[in-house]
């Protein structure tokens, strides 16, 4: 059975298709590693700001340089791994990760602290960018749903991972051991390294590419090629639903979880364990979702997630500008219900999409650009939430994600395709017809 757009797919049967799930596993490693570096941070922080005495502008930059490092290779890694190949750069993502979470665990000093953040965020935008490219490469049209949401659920699982390291750690307050446990993964993806095998539809590319003998043929893509009528509708819609699964305000929620955690009357001391139970229905949605989207398709699982997030977004919001009756339990309710709503649709969902939008030539430039808008927003995002807070207030902040979730719904009803099941070829016919 052919591989998407790959010429000559991976064998699919007995034990070649064993090899290739488990290459697909071993690549889903980094998105663990970089769900882990993400997510460690928060709970260290509590520890290494007062260590190191750090300023709220010196606290704020050792998370935004993290996302800064991550659109940086996000840009730039699709057009290495058009050089390269897949396998090499997942590589160099998983020996990044190791050496951004060691110098972290080990730095004397504020300087090397934050070299050590923008490293991972270097390997965390090859991974967010290029992993789903290779699990998309690597997979039949049939199972490529399942495949392609390895990305989320490694991402999930390294969120959940770093919650519970977080929270044991946490009554030592020792936050080097809290960075240097990812080394853990680091070392386990070394060991699996081998398994990685190579994208046919990169070997493929390299084989037209050769015979050819023309660098500007099919075994390579000029980042001007996105911007042809036949790839534009593609690039739109893939960056569209990046910037969307950011701007509806996630990471902003995540952040004020401990607030809203507190107006249900529960104490709110031990924020990270909170944030355990969170990163636990994140995880298990994320599996829900993967046992819908090659059955529902990907069109009816975004909408019903969109959708979802902004009907819980606007009691949310309401909880925070008027004294409702029961609000606090209207609260609580409200933020799992965000989260799961998020998990089954638009955190895993999205990144399948772009995988499978663009033309198999132009498909690792094309999610590299997507991925850089994604970390882009995420960064404004995180940079002015605060400041919304500050000007507009908790629940028109809310209101005002809600809105941009309505504004999401709309584009999907109106522009995203449905690919489940479809060739390039009939996917590419369906993104124009939008």
Known sequence: MSGPGSGAGPDRSGAGAKVWVWAGVTAALTCVLYGYSSGIVAGAQLFY???????????????????LGAALS??????????IGRRRILLL???????????????????????????????????????????????DARNRGRMGLLNQLGLTLGLLLSYVVALVLSASGDWRWMFGAGAVGVVLFLLLSPTLRESPAWHHKRRVADRTGSADDEGRASVTDLFTSAVRPALITGAALCALQQLCGINAVLYFAPTIIKTTGLSASNSILYSVFIGALNLLMTFVSA?????????????????????????LGACFVWDVSGQSVIALVCLLGYVAFFAIGAGPVIWLLVSELFPPRVRARGASLCTAVNWVCNFLVNQFFLHLVQSLGEGQ????FAALCLLGLVFIARK??????RTDAEIADAVHRL
């Open 49 to 67: 700001v007062p260590h190191f005495g750090l300023s709220t502008t010196q606290q704020s930059f050792a998370v935004s340089s993290f996302l």
């Open 291 to 315: 046992r819908l989207v090659d059955r529902w398709g990907r069109r009816p699982l975004l909408l019903l997630s969109v959708g979802g997030m902004f009907v819980t977004l606007v009691p």
């Open 397 to 400: 902040t809310f209101w005002l």
């Open 416 to 421: 995203v395709p449905e690919t489940r099941g």
């Open 74 to 83: 996000a840009l730039t890694s699709g057009r290495i791994s058009d050089r």
């Open 93 to 139: 993502s998983g020996l990044l990760f190791g050496v951004g979470l060691l110098a972290c665990a080990l730095a004397p000093g504020f300087a090397l602290f934050l070299a050590g953040r923008i490293v991972q965020g270097l390997a965390a935008g090859i991974a967010s960018a290029l992993v789903p490219v290779y699990l998309s490469e690597i997979s």
